[in-house]
């Protein structure tokens, strides 16, 4: 096996010896499972860059040099290509979206196979070996060694050339994405988790590979601090459709965050119902009942029958939110009672929600603040809890996870105070990690004169 930061910068001689230059790349057509090398770069005398065909003019390669079949003045000079990329230039230290792995990790090296008089790429070194080797192949060796002095093991992190994809075939800047376990396959918060790791231009590139659905559940599982930079790298169109199929609480936070301009311009975009849903929510102070309460939620009339109730869940469309509980309002919209659905399942078809609703309510106003109303969520075990105005009118529900994001909220505000003293412990245990590493170096460096 060869690898590529073993080739870089070694001789390219000609048919009669001569040193015409050093490797400085190599380059591969992209259409094939595991690519042939198709062209060799290399800088000649004055570091001018040349490129010739590796399958007229390579005759002999390995991790010494290559040797050309003809004198150098019959060499032809080529050009890269459209469907080639350049190992080093385009590949190397690029990151590649593991989602098997569900991580970002970098290309360190790349692995090639001699295959009678041709090479081919194998795939991608992500691990540390491909660090080392890039650093000195003598230095990748002592360490394999030490490691197995202290019986450890140090594999090589290989992926394979055919579970990659493209993502962006523009040769000045190429992404790359393991498809072997694709991204449409994979939870939403997966893919959140994937998207937080990218750059800006990264995460473009993989957004594109997602439908709409799978784009909007992925950014409302990303954390609040990419959210809204992400709704704004994207443009206005795309942006308002994103949002406008999010759940309207989860929508309205991401707005809160936005510019003025970006907000207003996404909300004209945005269908009238979703627009004005949000809106109406960011009426609400931040950090208020109101503020993360949803309108999602299923009420009925107190004359409504059972059997009218439930034809009335059936109706909801598919990505409408687990229902708990069915609200029942008088005629004036006022909440009077709620019915859960074990109640409504197990209750007589012809039975009138007046008549089986739980009246002893337990409510939130919209101005009462989140750390009070998730108390209560957790205090009474309540899957949700409805908010209500002055009137007793149902404005919205507290769900149980909106209760958790309030106080997710509080303690990372608690570690935020506490960081300059963690930051100062993490000081000091790094200290004392690179004092015990040199210490445990020096040994080894005195077993190995030994």
Known sequence: MLYLSQMLGKPVVDSAGEKIGTISDLAISTGEVFPRITSLAFQGPGKVPFMISWRKYVDEFDGEGIKLSVDSPDIRFSYLQPDEVLLARDLMDRQIVDTQGLKVVRVNDLKLSKSGTQLRLLGAEVGIRGILRGLAPWLERAVVSVAKTFHKQIDERIIAWNYMDLLDRDLSEVQLSVTHKRLDELHPADVADILEQLDPQQRANVFKHLDESQATEAI???????????????????????????????????????????????????????????????????????????????????????????????????????????????????LVGVLSLRTLVLTDDSKVMHDIMYTDLITASPDETEDDVAADVFKYDLPAMPVVDERGKLLGIVTTDDAWDAIEDDVSGDKTKKSVLLGLGATAAAILFLVLYTLVLFQIIGYSWR
């Open 220 to 334: 409302s599982e990303m954390e609040d601090e990419y959210q809204a930079d992400f709704i704004e790298d994207l443009d206005d169109a795309k942006a308002a459709n994103v949002l406008g199929n999010m759940d309207p609480d989860d929508a309205v936070d991401i707005v809160r965050d936005l510019s003025y301009e970006k907000a207003e311009a996404l909300l004209r975009l945005m269908g009238v119902e979703d627009a004005a849903e949000i809106r109406r929510l960011l009426g609400y102070k931040d950090g208020t009942a109101g503020g993360m309460m949803t309108t999602q939620f299923v009420a009925v009339p107190e004359t409504f029958t059972v059997r009218e109730t439930i034809e009335v869940l059936r109706e909801l469309p598919e990505e409408h939110p687990t229902v708990h509980y069915v609200y029942v309002l008088d005629e004036y919209d006022k």
